[in-house]
């Protein structure tokens, strides 16, 4: 089967198509036929080699979340899942094939009103904001902040902050043009990157969603009100400095908290449940999915190119038939 790996840790160029004996699931996994494969910033991450440290190596396949066809089950899996629609999470990769090989315990059967493309572009993002939320204690009535909310986690976490009754929605992004696309979606205020360029905006937050890190991370504690909490959900701009907590303890008297997030610590049974629910929102038309393009999968580096570029606004979606 056609599948992409990453050949060279680096540039998008280091992608390519290769040919991959057909996967096999064993006990408790499902075989996918893959009908649409959602394109992730940690992608992007395994790509640079920047995780090559945590046992990434070259000739990866990328991709941890697919929506398909169960085409086989191993043993101990129940076999009335063949042929169903289904939405899975195959891990840290694998997913950026033809077929993909995912534990069924993560499936979540799609119904008709859930798209291949919908589903992982809602699927991982939306449970990282509505978890990563939860982490930050956010509370009905709290102002949020979401920084580089242009991406799937940042748009779902718009989105399900003003679901669940913010006072207010801040965002931080890169044009006039996302800002106004980020208030369609519910945002209240508008930001550069750095978190200026709104005079209406609050002085402050309960809660800030962080997907960006890098550099810039410790400038934004400034913008907590007292008892304010940030949580990193993503790091699309590399990790934080190494003193990045200095400014926290500078402003000691506000009792603020920083804290890290990864769906990796919420029980799979939660994420099933709390992801089919997002399912059911979308299908209702209480969320919206929002796609930036679909890509065929041979396009894959194409698409990892585009990200780089800062070009894309919600999730690029890979299909092996090129079509959505």
Known sequence: M????????GSPEGLAVVDVVDPSP?????????????????????????LAAYGFSEGHILGGEI??????????????WIGQRVWAFTGVGGGYAEQAIASAETLIPLAATVSAVDAVTLGSSGAVAHFGLRHARFAPGESVLVRGAAGGIGIMAVQLA????????????????????????????????????????????????DIVA???????????NPNGRMVAVGAVAGEPPADFATEMFA????SLSFATFSANTV????RRAVTAEL????????????VHEVLPLEQAALAHQKMAAGEVFGRIVLTPSATG
């Open 2 to 9: 056609k599948a992409v790996a990453v050949q060279a840790f």
């Open 26 to 50: 064993a006990e408790g996994q499902v075989l996918i036929t893959t009908e649409a494969i959602g394109v992730g910033g940690v992608d992007a991450v395994i790509r640079s080699g920047a």
């Open 67 to 80: 929506a398909g066809t169960v085409a086989a089950v191993g043993e101990g899996v129940d076999p009335s």
């Open 162 to 209: 003003v679901r669940g009754g913010a006072g207010a929605v801040a965002v931080t992004t890169s044009s006039p043009e996302r800002g106004d696309r980020l208030r369609k979606l519910g945002a209240t205020h508008v930001l550069d990157r750095t978190g200026e360029g709104d005079k209406d905006a609050p002085t402050g937050y309960d809660v800030i969603i």
């Open 214 to 224: 890098g550099t810039a991370l410790p400038s934004f504690f400034a913008k907590l």
């Open 251 to 254: 402003a000691f008297q506000k």
């Open 267 to 270: 029980p799979v049974s939660d």
């Open 279 to 290: 399912f059911a929102a979308a299908s209702r038309g209480e969320l919206e999915t929002v």
